[in-house]
């Protein structure tokens, strides 16, 4: 158990929906990073958040925006789903501190959405 | 940008060691990260290098040459339980900037009796 916690498990909706998936970091972490991962693709880095603000952009679409509560948990909203959607979505969180540590990212269980 | 290489699938022998290779070509380096994935699961972290050479640690090890753009894991004492995927991860810098990883596609280990 990393401490990083996601819910929902499985989400299962149709093309055209809005879902909003959560992550609750490590305690202490400051930073929560989303990421995809689909059948045919690795892990693909979508965004990270730092203390509630925006830090890093990957690939994210349009269709997806992200946000850090000042408790430190953050939601990734999905709309307008499409069938290339459904994928397994891991968040992850690290410390971020400056000096003496890895930084290592610790992963959550995942969000597995299936767009039907 | 970053682009990172490593074999799509790898087969070995329960009790041998393998080593699995990771190439990277990046504009920044600030770490390579290895971590492990059985299927359907959560990556977890395996090791962190930062500076050239061998890093250690039990069964596992991971190895880096930065002017090579190049790093193995070496597993030993293969056991049925280390078939899983194994992605190599480089990070861009350690600053206010982020701290972001770009994974490699992982190499799917199958460990055979």
């Known amino acids: 158990d990393s401490g990083v916690t996601q819910t929902p498990k499985h989400l299962i909706t149709a093309t055209g929906q809005r879902v909003t998936l959560r992550c609750s970091p490590r305690?202490?972490?400051?930073?929560v990073y989303w990421y995809q991962q689909s059948l045919d693709q690795g892990l693909q880095f979508l965004i990270q958040?730092?203390?509630?603000?925006?830090?890093a952009k990957g690939n994210i679409l349009e269709r997806f925006s992200a946000q850090q509560f000042p408790d430190l948990h953050s939601e990734l909203n999905l709309s307008s789903l499409e069938l290339g959607d459904s994928a397994l979505y891991f968040c992850?969180?690290?410390?971020?501190?400056?000096?003496?540590?890895?930084?290592?990212?610790?992963f959550g269980p995942g969000t597995r959405l299936t767009v039907l | 940008g970053q682009n990172i290489d490593q074999p799509t699938e790898m087969t070995a022998t329960e009790g041998a060691i393998v080593q699995i290779n990771c190439t990277y070509q990046?504009?920044?380096?600030?770490?390579l990260f290895w971590y492990q994935q059985h299927a359907g699961e959560a990556p977890t972290f395996l090791s962190y290098?930062?500076?050239?050479g061998l890093e250690e640690k039990g069964r596992f090890s991971s190895f880096l040459s930065r002017s090579k753009g190049y790093s193995y894991l070496l597993l030993k004492e293969l056991q049925m339980k280390d078939s899983a995927s194994y992605l190599c991860?480089?990070?861009?810098?350690?600053?206010?900037?982020?701290?972001?990883?770009?994974f490699g596609g992982g190499t799917r280990l199958m460990v055979k009796p």
């Open positions: 991860a480089v990070r861009d810098g350690l600053n206010n900037a982020g701290n972001m990883l770009t």
């Open positions: 992850a969180s690290s410390v971020d501190a400056t000096s003496g540590s890895y930084n290592e990212q610790f």
């Open positions: 958040y730092y203390n509630g603000e925006e830090r």
């Open positions: 290098n930062v500076l050239d």
């Open positions: 305690s202490g972490d400051l930073s």
């Open positions: 990046t504009s920044g380096f600030n770490g």
